[in-house]
């Protein structure tokens, strides 16, 4: 189960020259600084499992709510970056941001694995086919070495909000409109909650990408500024 009913999903790749700076001010400022704000609970890092996953990277802060990552605590920070954060973020590329919320999640606990597909769903299609697919996402759950299946669907609207942080960033992409997460023991459990999901036609284009897990970091009341 994740910790909450929110989520910010973020993938992005690193270029080689700011890949230093990136673990120094990814685990010593923005990881504390997010985790800080009000309502945030947990946030995770992964890297690529193989060289086939783009982009490199993908981070996954929980929230309580979805109205969280709507609130004035999160909103202040976005609109006061750090010089360290405009430092480190200069080096980012093919990043994808997503504030989600958990429309469904299942499982005992986090994995040190990670599968994420990106897929988008017609507005029109949604109410015929979200509970298709998380009734195979349910079923991916129970799989061996499995430990976490999660749905997260984006608003578009609120994950394309400009803000202070985004202005003028060249790396960022449209926001996937929805995201599957499957959390395993190891990554060779991927092989078989992947065939189960792509039985669903819906899913067969998703973007597929292979984690390994890197850093966790829990509740902190530290926070930038």
Not at 8 to 26: C, L, T
Not at 38 to 45: A, C, Q
Not at 64 to 86: C, E, H, I, K
Not at 191 to 214: C, I, K, Q, T
Request: with cysteine; aromatic share 8%.
């Amino acid at each position: 189960m994740l910790a909450g009913e929110g989520a910010v999903a973020i993938w992005n790749d690193i270029a080689e020259a700011g890949r230093a700076e990136f673990y120094a001010w990814h685990l010593h400022e923005h990881m504390p600084e997010r985790v800080g704000i009000p309502g945030f609970v947990r946030g995770r890092r992964y890297r690529a499992a193989d060289a086939v996953t783009q982009p490199e990277f993908f981070t996954l802060y929980e929230t309580s709510s979805f109205q969280v990552m709507q609130g004035s605590d999160y909103l202040a920070r976005l609109n006061a970056p750090t010089d360290w954060t405009r430092a480190a973020t200069a080096h980012f590329q093919s990043t994808t941001r997503s504030l989600t919320r958990v429309v469904a999640s299942h499982g005992v606990g986090s994995g040190g694995a990670l599968l994420s597909l990106r897929f988008n769903i017609a507005d029109d299609a949604v109410h015929e086919l979200v509970p298709r697919i998380a009734s195979a996402l349910e079923a991916a759950a129970r799989l061996p070495r499995v430990t976490g299946a999660h749905l997260l669907g984006a608003d578009a609207g609120v994950s394309g909000q400009s803000t202070a942080e985004s202005k003028d960033r060249k790396d960022l992409l449209q926001p996937a409109r929805w995201v599957l997460l499957i959390e395993a023991c190891d990554a060779e459990a991927f092989g078989p909650a992947l065939a189960l999901l792509r039985e669903s036609a819906d899913l067969r284009e998703a973007l597929v990408g292979r984690y390994l897990h890197e850093y966790t970091r829990l509740k902190t009341a530290w926070q930038a500024g």
